[in-house]
Each structure stands twice: as structure tokens, then as C-alpha cells.
């Protein structure tokens, strides 16, 4: 009796171990979660601020003519109708772009705007006769000799950058994963006022003046190179040199009429040389992810 109970509760056990085991549904395999490595990407939108110093230059040339007739006037000798002066001063604006990361190599294209403190001055004179009554080109019409001897008559400019800006391809290699060498390239454009005070003499030897300004908007070119290295996953600074050129504008006419029939034109060469410092925002673009 006592060996058939043993058995009893043997089967017993073995069938609720059984059933238990039946109940319990197979566990799906589970790949384990994809371990994403912070690497530094550069392909996505940026934008930024920037700032530094611009040394420019503004080769000028000044052509004097007849506001009554029209004709040129050809400056005596001892005039001055020619010159290169500097029009240096800081820059500061913003930046905005995408890059495209491909291995080693990033491909971009950027924009920006700066506000400009360049500005110089210069002056051109067109030479009085040195012997009265016979006036010269150059003060037209003198019956009477201006106290304190015959003088010439001055055009003196004075030119400011107001702003500018570039649209620049953008190609690099990265020399570590957060340091980045490139060349860059494209249009440039900006706005240069230039202000002509102009000084003379009436015929009958009154000193007489007059200021005016023009401005324009001009097209040229741009290329320089820079190094930006990330500081964090999103942010970075950059270091860029460019060198801008805007080609040839023309600025007047300045005058001094009506006390006096001479006037002026103005036709000078800007070029510039931009060293700046910046930093840039990255929005966050695809995650890259090791296995």
C-alpha cells in the first residue's frame, strides 16, 4: 500500500511539472539594442556669428571736365589725379550653410552678411596756372587773384564700405574627425559710399565748396581658406582668411556749380583682404551607428 501511494504522488508531480512547463509559452530571441557611438558629424544646416578685420584698398582715379560744356579738362602739371589709399576697420555678421560629409571629405555651401567699419580717404587736385592773369583749366574764368596767391582746385573723397557679403562653395579634409582644412569660393558683393567735397575759386577769386555722396552696390569675387574644429557634437569655431575684390565703380559727378564750371568724376578699384573668427550651430542631421 505504502509503494503504490509513493507512485501516486510520483506521477502526480511529474504531470504538474508537465503542465506547468506547457503553459509557459517559448521567450522570442531579442536582439540586443544598437549601441549608438557619439562620432562628430558634419553633414546638416549650420548657422553662426563671426567677427575680425578687414584691410582694404581703393585704387582711385579722378577725371576733372567742364560742367558748361562738357569737355575734358587736362589737369596742369603739379596736379594730382591719381591715388591708392587704405580703407581698413572691423567687420562683424552671421553665416548660415550646410555641409555634406563624404569618408574624410565635406562639401559645403555658405552665406553670410557683415555689417563694415572699413572706411579711407584721399584728395585730387587739379593745378592752378602759376602765372596771373592767365587762369588755367583748372580755375576757369579767375579775373582776380585769390588772396594769398593763386591755389588749386581740391576734390577730396572720402569711401566707406558700408556692408558686404558672400555666396562661397565650401570643400575640406578633415585632418582628425573634429578638425576640418578647406578652401572656399564664389561671388562676393557689397556697397561702397563715397562723399566728394570739392574746393575752388569763382572768377572773381571767391573760395567756394561743395560735398556730395554717391553710392553703389557692387558684384566681384571671393577665395580664401579657413580651419573649424568642433568643440562639442552641435557647436564649433572656425578661424577664415578671404581676400574680396569688387572690381571698378564710378562715383560723381562732384561739382561746383554754379560758382564755378569745374566738376569731377571718380572711378576707383576695391579689394579687400578679411581675416575672422567665428562660431558655428549644427542642427542635428542622421545619427551614424556602429554595430
Given at each position: 500500500?505504502?509503494?503504490?501511494?509513493?507512485?501516486?504522488?510520483?506521477?502526480?508531480s511529474?504531470f504538474?511539472?508537465?503542465a506547468?512547463?506547457?503553459?509557459?509559452?517559448?521567450k522570442?530571441y531579442?536582439?540586443?539594442?544598437?549601441?549608438?557611438d557619439?562620432?562628430w558629424?558634419?553633414t546638416?544646416?549650420?548657422?553662426?556669428?563671426?567677427?575680425g578685420?578687414?584691410?582694404?584698398?581703393?585704387?582711385s582715379?579722378a577725371?576733372?571736365?567742364?560742367?558748361?560744356?562738357?569737355?575734358p579738362?587736362?589737369?596742369p602739371?603739379?596736379?594730382l589725379t591719381?591715388?591708392?589709399?587704405?580703407m581698413?576697420?572691423?567687420?562683424?555678421?552671421?553665416q548660415?550653410?550646410?555641409?555634406?560629409?563624404?569618408?574624410n571629405?565635406?562639401?559645403?555651401?555658405?552665406g553670410?552678411?557683415?555689417?563694415?567699419?572699413?572706411?579711407?580717404?584721399t584728395?585730387?587736385?587739379?593745378?592752378g596756372?602759376?602765372?596771373f592773369?592767365?587762369?588755367?583749366?583748372?580755375?576757369p574764368?579767375?579775373?582776380f587773384?585769390?588772396?594769398?596767391?593763386?591755389?588749386?582746385?581740391?576734390?577730396?573723397?572720402?569711401?566707406?564700405?558700408?556692408?558686404?557679403?558672400?555666396v562661397?562653395?565650401?570643400?575640406g579634409i578633415?585632418a582628425?574627425?573634429?578638425v576640418?582644412?578647406?578652401?572656399?569660393?564664389?561671388l562676393?558683393?557689397?556697397e561702397?559710399?563715397t562723399?566728394?567735397t570739392m574746393t575752388?575759386?569763382?572768377?572773381a577769386?571767391?573760395?567756394?565748396?561743395s560735398?556730395?555722396?554717391?553710392?553703389?552696390?557692387?558684384?566681384?569675387?571671393?577665395?580664401?581658406?579657413?580651419?573649424?574644429?568642433?568643440?562639442t557634437?552641435?557647436?564649433?569655431?572656425?578661424?577664415?582668411?578671404?581676400?574680396?575684390?569688387?572690381?571698378?565703380?564710378?562715383?560723381g559727378?562732384?561739382?561746383?556749380?554754379?560758382?564755378?564750371?569745374v566738376?569731377?568724376n571718380v572711378?576707383?578699384?576695391?579689394?579687400?583682404?578679411i581675416l575672422?573668427?567665428?562660431?558655428?550651430?549644427?542642427?542635428?542631421?542622421?545619427?551614424v551607428?556602429?554595430?
Open positions: 500500500m505504502k509503494r503504490i501511494v509513493v507512485g501516486m504522488a510520483a506521477a502526480m511529474l504538474a511539472t508537465g506547468l512547463a506547457a503553459d509557459l509559452a517559448a522570442p531579442v536582439k540586443a539594442p544598437v549601441m549608438v557619439p562620432v558629424i558634419w546638416g544646416f549650420y548657422v553662426g556669428v563671426n567677427g578685420y578687414s584691410w582694404g584698398r581703393s585704387r582715379d577725371s576733372f571736365f567742364n560742367t558748361a560744356t562738357g569737355a579738362i587736362a589737369p602739371a603739379g596736379s591719381s591715388a591708392s589709399f587704405d581698413n576697420g572691423g567687420i562683424a555678421g552671421g548660415a550653410g550646410y555641409n555634406w560629409q563624404s569618408n571629405w565635406v562639401y559645403g555651401l555658405e553670410d552678411l557683415q555689417w563694415s567699419g572699413e572706411k579711407g580717404s584728395a585730387f587736385t587739379c593745378a596756372s602759376a602765372v592773369p592767365v587762369a588755367g583749366p583748372c580755375l574764368g579767375l579775373t587773384l585769390p588772396a594769398g596767391g593763386l591755389t588749386n582746385t581740391v576734390l577730396t573723397i572720402d569711401q566707406k564700405l558700408q556692408w558686404f557679403g558672400t562661397r562653395g565650401r570643400v578633415l582628425t574627425p573634429k576640418l582644412f578647406y578652401g572656399t569660393g564664389g562676393a558683393f557689397g561702397i559710399k562723399t566728394g575752388g575759386f569763382t572768377p577769386g571767391v573760395a567756394i565748396g560735398v556730395g555722396s554717391t553710392s553703389t552696390t557692387r558684384a566681384g569675387w571671393t577665395a580664401g581658406v579657413g580651419v573649424e574644429g568642433k568643440i557634437r552641435n557647436w564649433s569655431a572656425k578661424l577664415e582668411y578671404l581676400y574680396m575684390d569688387l572690381g571698378r565703380f564710378s562715383s559727378p562732384f561739382t561746383l556749380a554754379p560758382g564755378s564750371t566738376g569731377a572711378s576707383s578699384h576695391f579689394t579687400d583682404h575672422r573668427a567665428g562660431i558655428n550651430y549644427q542642427f542635428d542631421g542622421p545619427v551607428a556602429r554595430y
